[in-house]
């Protein structure tokens, strides 16, 4: 057997560009461990060892040109234990690709599946090509369903599919292959790896808000969706999964900010940059630092020593929701201010209309109300309808709302579109199918993308008033509580029953001030109070 490890097949591509060694001579290396990172304009591969030893010499250094064939280290015999049989042209590299648009002649790249977190074997429920088809990057090529969510993996490049390698039923796990696609000549736009789709949604976390953020939440968790656009090749994605690390704060010091393994070594030891700098660092005080959350490590407990304890690890919605609710927390500076609706009237038009709906199996709460409600105060007060972007705000002229909707498997917030063109019942019956979608784990990410502000009720329950977490970029949540009989005084001698519904308004004070958060949760109750002002 040859000691000359060389470039394997790599398509049509050739003078690829080393762009990084992972090993150095005397380092034992196991077949499928990565040796070197080669980037085209079109993509970055690894090249894996193809069977297992010790690296004797290194052939190229970073910077050098290689293409097939192009030796790239010597190997010492058998040193070691090869372990998974993987004959010497086997090994194929795994294609991810860069987040810059080019459009350039490529090769052939097999696409597999991404970093799709902890996932495994998960049924492929859709394959939405065919051998022969012209694909553009970003266009999905197969659908796969966890217990937990759809991920369309979108295609990493533009190209034709030359061969399928999965079909619908087959199980898969990060790395297995998908199909292979021509890539010559193809233009469009590859962006951020086919990881981008993954996790029923990560591109749209889904930022569900919550009444008691835990400090604890997130003091770890890898924020899944800025993990799979991180700009890194697989071999550090996986060493940045064996660390624990999120890539997506890692700042990367490789070529165009590609995140380097030392980057990730930096970032454990706690020496890295972040790369997130979230607007929290730049609304921090310019004096003396105080950028950073200078904390005390969260308390380590031996729990078990004090009685029997059951270990339960989260469910992914429950970690992409702590991250994101722990970034919105930490970044956006709330304020809640609580008010509270006269629904007497509007209560008893509400069950009238639920009797001359029955027929149609339509049944509406209070929630579809709010919705409209919502529309006509935002439409008010713009600046609730609204995003910061950098120093400016973005006013959007839609009114998409989401609802927070209780899930077996944690929070989500689905969006219902265009709500100022809907009626009521068309409301409450989207509401319905969409919380049915929620909670059977099948919301797709765009059922979740686009939302302008969002409603967390938790009338169904009960409790009075709660501090909900904006739902970012949005910079304003409606936090809805049960509704109950409160005595009403205008005069103080006198005092009528009227039945009462608690609003709690979060609010970024970067955007909103007190005195319009104040306005808005009046105008709120007063349309509630009289639905007909909706027409004013
Ligand atoms: N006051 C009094 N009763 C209310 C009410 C309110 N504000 N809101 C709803 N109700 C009633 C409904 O009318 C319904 O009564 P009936 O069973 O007699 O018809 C009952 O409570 C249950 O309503 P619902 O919760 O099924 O319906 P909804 O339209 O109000 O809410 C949904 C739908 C999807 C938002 C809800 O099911 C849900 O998931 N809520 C939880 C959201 C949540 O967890 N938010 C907190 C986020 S912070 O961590």
């Avoid at 993509?43 to 297992?52: E, F, H, I, Q, S």
């Amino acid at each position: 057997m040859s000691n000359d490890i060389k470039v394997p097949d790599i398509g049509d591509f050739t003078d690829v560009p080393v762009i990084e060694i992972f090993v150095k001579p005397g380092d034992t290396v196991k077949a499928e461990d990565p040796l070197v990172s080669l980037e085209s304009d079109k993509a970055t591969m690894d090249v894996p060892a193809p069977r297992g030893g010790k690296v004797k010499s290194i052939a190229v250094k970073v910077g050098d040109k290689v293409s097939e064939g192009s030796v790239l280290m010597v190997f010492e015999g058998d040193a070691a234990a090869p372990t998974a049989a993987a004959p010497a042209e086997a090994a194929k590299p795994s294609v991810s690709a860069p987040p810059s648009p080019v459009s350039a002649p490529a090769g052939l790249a097999e696409v597999r599946v991404p970093d799709i977190g902890d996932f495994k074997d998960v049924p492929v429920i859709e394959v939405f090509v065919k051998v022969g088809d012209t694909v553009k990057a970003e266009d999905p090529l197969v659908s796969l369903e966890s217990d937990k969510a759809t991920m369309d993996v979108p295609a990493p490049l533009s190209g034709v599919v030359r061969a399928i390698s999965v079909n619908v039923g087959d199980k898969v796990s990060e790395g297995s292959m998908i199909l292979s696609l021509a890539t010559g000549q193809a233009t469009g736009a590859p962006t951020a790896a086919a990881a981008v789709a993954a996790a029923g949604g990560a591109q749209a976390t889904p930022t569900p808000p919550a009444a008691a953020p835990t400090a604890a939440s997130s003091s770890g968790a890898i924020d899944e969706a800025a993990f799979a656009l991180a700009y890194a090749g697989p071999a550090v994605r996986k060493f940045a999964r064996e660390r624990g690390v999120d890539l997506g704060k890692v700042k990367g010091t490789g070529a165009h900010g590609r995140i380097l393994r030392e980057d990730v070594e930096t970032f454990s030891k706690g020496g890295g940059s972040s790369a997130s700098a979230p607007a929290a660092s730049k609304a921090a005080p310019a004096a003396g630092g105080g950028a950073g959350l200078d904390l005390l490590p969260w308390p380590k407990v031996d729990f078990a020593k004090f009685g029997p304890v059951e270990r339960k690890e989260l469910s992914r919605i429950k970690k992409i929701s702590a991250a994101n609710l722990h970034r919105n927390w930490v970044v956006i500076p709330h304020v809640t201010t609580h008010d509270e609706a006269d629904i007497t009237d509007l209560e008893p038009f509400r069950v009238q209309m639920n009797k001359e709906l029955e027929k149609s199996g339509v049944k509406i709460s209070m929630l579809p109300f709010m919705m409209k409600a919502a529309v006509a105060t935002l439409k008010k007060f713009p600046e609730f309808n609204a995003s910061l972007d950098g120093d400016a705000l973005v006013l959007k002229n839609y009114w998409h709302i989401g609802f927070a909707a209780d899930t077996p498997n944690g929070l989500m917030v689905p969006v219902i579109r265009d709500v100022d063109k809907k009626t009521v019942p068309d409301i409450a019956k989207e509401m319905g199918e969409l919380a049915k979608l929620a909670r059977d784990g099948k919301l797709k990410p765009d059922q979740m993308q686009g939302g302008t502000f969002t409603i967390s009720s938790l009338g169904g329950i009960g409790g009075i008033y709660f501090t909900p977490i904006i739902n970012a970029p949005e910079v304003s949540i409606m936090g809805v509580c049960k509704s109950y009989w409160k005595q009403h005084s205008s005069d103080g001698k006198s005092a009528t029953w009227r039945l009462t519904l608690p609003l709690s308004l979060s609010w970024d004070h970067r955007v909103i001030d007190g005195a319009a958060a104040a306005r808005f949760n009046v105008h709120f109750a007063n349309v509630l109070a009289d639905l007909r002002r909706v027409l004013f």
